[in-house]
C-alpha cells in the first residue's frame, strides 16, 4: 500500500486557518501562556478573570471533543497578571486524528506567538511509590505512539530536526518545584511513557514500560510537546496519576475513576500552575 503524504502547503493554510480563526475571536488579547488540560481538569479555567470562551466549532479545522472531561473549547483570560489561553479538551491520535491533527492546536497557538506550553494530563502510574493522586512533573518522555507531527515536509516556522535533550524546560520545571515547595504540595518527578490507545495497557506492557524507564503512562502529551519544541516553545508538563498501571493492583481500569481522581487533585495542581505563572 503506497501512502502519500499530505502536501506541505495543504498542512500549513490548516494551521494557519485555525490561527486565524483564534485571533478574530480573542477580542484583541495578546496571550503569552498556552494551557493543554487533560481529563477531570477543565475547572481551572475558573480561576480565570474576565473569561471569553471559543468553542471548537468556531476555530477552523479543529475537530469535535468527543472524550468525557473534555470541553471542546478554549478560553482566554486573565491569570496572575497574564493573560492565558487555555485548551479544554485535546485531539487524541485513539480518536481516530492523525499526528497533525494531535499537534494542530499547538502549532497554531505559536501562530499567535505564544512562547510557553503547559500541559497537563491523567496517567497511570508505573512507579511503585506513586499512589493515586499523586502529581508528577514531567522531566522527560517516551514516544510509544510510534507517530511524529514533523513527518513529512516541514512546515514554515519549524525546525527540521529540533532538539529533545530538555524537552520539558529546566527552569520552568525548577520554578515548579519551588512554588511546590512553598505551597507544601508533594510533587514528584519522572518519565512519562506516551502510547497509542484507547485500551489501556497489559500487564506486560506495563512491566515492558517500567523496565524501559517509565514512571508513568497514558495517551496524549508527547506529540503536543514535539511539535511545540520545533517551534521553539518552552514546555511545562504534569500528570495527575490517577490509577494504578495494570498488574500493580487487581482494581480494574475504569474512565470513571480517572474522571474521579482528576478531579480531587485539580485544585493542588492548579495552585502551582497559577504559582508558576504568578512567578513570570
Not at 100 to 110: E, W
Not at 156 to 171: A, L
Amino acid at each position: 500500500m503506497t501512502v502519500t503524504a499530505v502536501p506541505v502547503s495543504t498542512r500549513s493554510r490548516v494551521v494557519a486557518g485555525a490561527a486565524r480563526s483564534i485571533r478574530e475571536r480573542l477580542d484583541g488579547r495578546t496571550p503569552t501562556i498556552a494551557l493543554i488540560l487533560g481529563s477531570g481538569l477543565g475547572p481551572f479555567v475558573t480561576r480565570f478573570a474576565d473569561p471569553l470562551r471559543i468553542p471548537f466549532a468556531d476555530i477552523a479545522g479543529f475537530p469535535a471533543a468527543t472524550i468525557p472531561g473534555h470541553a471542546g473549547e478554549l478560553v482566554v483570560g486573565t491569570l496572575a497578571g497574564t493573560t492565558v489561553l487555555a485548551q479544554s479538551g485535546r485531539f487524541h491520535l485513539y480518536e481516530g486524528h492523525g499526528a497533525d491533527t494531535a499537534a494542530l492546536a499547538v502549532r497554531a497557538f505559536a501562530e499567535l506567538g505564544i512562547g510557553t506550553l503547559i500541559l497537563t494530563n491523567a496517567a497511570g502510574g508505573i512507579r511503585r511509590t506513586f499512589g493515586q493522586g499523586t502529581v508528577m512533573l514531567i522531566a522527560d518522555h517516551l514516544n510509544f505512539t510510534f507517530r511524529n507531527p514533523l513527518a513529512g515536509g516541514v512546515l514554515d516556522g519549524e525546525q527540521r530536526f529540533p532538539d529533545m535533550s530538555d524537552p520539558y524546560d529546566s527552569t520552568l520545571r525548577a520554578r515548579a518545584r519551588d512554588v511546590a515547595r512553598a505551597m507544601g504540595v508533594a510533587l514528584e518527578e519522572g518519565v512519562y511513557a506516551g502510547v497509542l490507545g484507547p485500551s489501556y495497557e497489559t500487564p506486560a506492557e506495563i512491566r515492558m514500560l517500567e523496565r524501559v524507564g517509565a514512571d508513568a503512562v497514558g495517551m496524549s502529551t508527547v506529540l503536543e510537546v514535539i511539535a511545540a519544541r520545533a517551534r521553539g516553545m518552552r514546555c511545562l508538563g504534569f500528570s495527575t496519576i490517577t490509577n494504578f498501571a495494570a498488574g500493580l493492583t487487581l482494581h480494574r481500569l475504569d474512565h470513571r475513576d480517572v474522571m474521579e481522581v482528576a478531579a480531587r487533585v485539580q485544585g493542588q495542581l492548579g495552585d502551582v500552575i497559577e504559582g508558576v505563572i504568578r512567578g513570570g
